[in-house]
């Protein structure tokens, strides 16, 4: 079996996930894949091309660029919520409210039925120029 290596590549945007840091291990890999699926409808070409093995078993495509995850408490969550809504950043929301919801629908209607400045979250996504999106996560901290 070969590998191909390539150099690696330097986007001119970033991709940041930011998770409360009190979240149990299957809240935050939950939140994370919710939280990743409204940035990758985004925009066209965030999602890469199909993959394809070598017995030509054709896969489902995957975001292009890395994704970085962090953690924060909730006032740096909210701070970065902030952040993002004043820079005008893509950014989906996870809240404590929709661990309780079973659908989209009502999912949305959990969302709409909070102020913004009253929402309860436990994970954000931004999108946007590297600058920017490392200007609004400030003081989250890469997870471990």
């Known amino acids: 079996m070969t590998t191909v290596m390539e150099p690696a590549t330097r986007f001119d945007t970033k991709i940041a996930i930011v998770l409360r840091d009190d979240l149990l291990p299957w809240q935050e890999l939950n939140v994370t894949a919710f939280l990743v699926s409204g940035i990758a409808t985004r925009q066209d070409g965030l999602v890469g091309e199909p993959y394809e093995d070598g017995d030509g078993q054709r896969y489902l495509p995957m975001m292009r660029q890395p994704m970085l995850v962090f953690t924060a408490d909730a006032s740096v969550l909210r701070s970065a919520h902030a952040a993002a809504l004043r820079r005008g950043m893509p950014m989906s929301i996870y809240t404590r409210d929709l661990f309780a919801t079973g659908h989209d629908e009502a999912n ?37």
Not at 115 to 134: E, F, K, Q, S, Y
């Open 108 to 144: 949305r209607a959990a969302v709409r039925a909070v102020g913004t400045d009253d929402l309860d979250l436990v994970g954000i996504a931004v999108h946007g120029p590297r600058n920017a999106v490392d200007k609004t996560v400030k003081g989250a901290h890469l997870h471990a």
